[in-house]
């Protein structure tokens, strides 16, 4: 005689196999993905310039002057010789760690800001709110001038110190307007009023239950707030305001030399416009994509 199995006729629940986040992304937001492959080639060409780059970027060739796109120079050569497609690629390097760099300050300080704001209320809340009024009433890239000229240029250890606070501060008021509303829907939750009543202080409050819960419109800010970061990084170093010669940089190769030859070597603005266009539509591409997926208002 057999045992009788317990399990026999029990229903069986069949366990749902997690899609893979990566691809889910990929399937549901193409163009999403399209735009971080390009920004993944660019960070790739950025950090792994020392080893594709086929030139110096500031060697000088007199010898090589305005020289046309050619096999040995595929993006042609400037006025002084310099082959462009390796600037390009180290320019690379520039526009992403100040546009990183410049929107994570940014963006950070914004978030920061923003939820202090709508946990405070009242006064505070008042006093901050109408300073980023102000500071909202003008244009991003007239207020980036004015930091500019208040701090100067001055690069610490190679880096442009004040140039990414320059970028970063536009970019403050706001996120912390966008973060300050979506903060003021958490405050009233019932998990902070537990957290007043535990005694806990107002920064565990803010920075352990607050900010954790804005995590999805920092992320999305952070992904766009990188395209203004640098297309604004690429307008100061056209301006005269940003990157300095020789260091390479998509914005100040667009201007000094390149406007007096637009018309004999054309590729000195092409290409560095082409690398500045499709970088900052990638991001664009990508941050919209990021809003839909992230964002549950969007999803259907």
């Not at 994570?104 to 709508?118: K, R």
């Not at 998990?191 to 535990?198: E, I, L, Q, W």
């Not at 604004?232 to 000094?256: C, D, N, Q, R, T």
């Amino acid at each position: 005689m057999t045992a009788i199995d317990q399990n026999a006729g029990a229903p069986t629940v069949a366990r749902r196999r997690q899609p893979n986040p990566v691809l889910a992304f990929i399937r549901f937001q193409p163009l999403g993905a399209a735009g971080l492959l390009v920004i993944l080639i660019m960070a790739a060409a950025a950090i792994f310039a020392d080893v594709i780059a086929p030139y110096d970027p500031e060697a000088i060739d007199f010898m090589a002057m305005l020289t046309a796109p050619s096999w040995e120079h595929p993006f042609g050569t400037d006025a002084f010789g310099r082959d462009i497609m390796t600037r390009i690629i180290y320019g690379a390097r520039t526009a992403l760690t100040i546009g990183f760099v410049s929107s994570f300050v940014g963006c950070s300080l914004g978030a920061i800001i923003g939820v202090s704001s709508a946990y405070f209320g009242g006064r505070v809340d008042l006093t901050i709110q109408r300073f980023i009024d102000i500071l909202l009433s003008y244009p991003i890239i007239v207020l980036a001038l004015v930091v500019v000229a208040v701090v100067g240029r001055q690069p610490i250890a190679g880096i442009d110190i004040n140039l990414i606070l320059a970028i970063a501060i536009p970019i403050i008021p706001r996120v912390a307007r966008v973060v300050r509303s979506a903060a003021l829907a958490i405050r009233a939750m019932p998990y902070v009023d537990a957290a007043r009543a535990g005694g806990y202080s107002d920064a565990h409050i803010i920075f352990r239950h607050l900010l954790p819960n804005v995590l999805a419109p920092y992320l999305i800010m952070l992904t766009a707030y990188v395209a203004q970061a640098i297309l604004l990084e690429a307008s100061l170093s056209f301006l005269g305001l940003g990157v300095s010669e020789p260091k390479p940089a998509w914005g100040l190769m667009l201007s000094g030399d390149s406007s007096n030859f637009y018309q004999e070597a054309p590729w000195m603005i092409i290409f560095p416009g082409v690398a500045i266009s499709l970088t900052v539509f990638a991001f664009n591409l990508f941050g919209d994509s990021l809003r839909d997926w992230l964002d549950p208002k969007f999803k259907t």
